[in-house]
Nanobody, 127 residues
């Protein structure tokens, strides 16, 4: 059974940093794509950043490039999203997700529906 458990959200001032963590189990990272998505009530879900487990290839939404970094620890089955220089518009519920097709990392920003989803973690950026 695939399980994804996101954590690390919270309240932070604009310009600050947070690191989200996703504990994953039930699949092999090398065969998968893993990503972070965000969605606020009434808004479309946005692919923030995704990574291919086999070689670490990444995708970043334009809105987070140079500010966010996705990484994973294969040994610990953990995926991270380091978020720096946070802006008010980064306020959202963030979800980690995984797909059985490793190439899906490249579909991150295209509305592609990943296979497995964890519960969300709230990120709130204040002024």
């Amino acid at each position: 059974e695939v399980q994804l458990q996101a954590s690390g959200g919270g309240l932070v001032q604009a310009g600050g940093s947070l690191r989200l963590s996703c504990a994953a189990s039930g699949f092999t990272f090398d065969d998968a794509a893993i990503g972070w998505f965000r969605q606020a009530p009434g808004k479309e879900r946005e692919g923030v950043s995704c990574i291919r487990g086999s070689d670490g290839s990444t995708y970043y939404a334009d809105s987070v490039k140079a500010r966010f970094t996705i990484s994973y620890d294969n040994a610990q089955n953990m995926v991270y999203l380091q978020m720096n220089s946070l802006k008010l518009e980064d306020t959202d519920v963030y979800y980690c997700a995984a797909d059985r097709v490793s190439g899906a990392y490249d579909y991150c920003g295209l509305g592609y529906e990943y296979d497995y989803w964890g519960q969300g973690t709230q990120v709130t950026v204040s002024s």
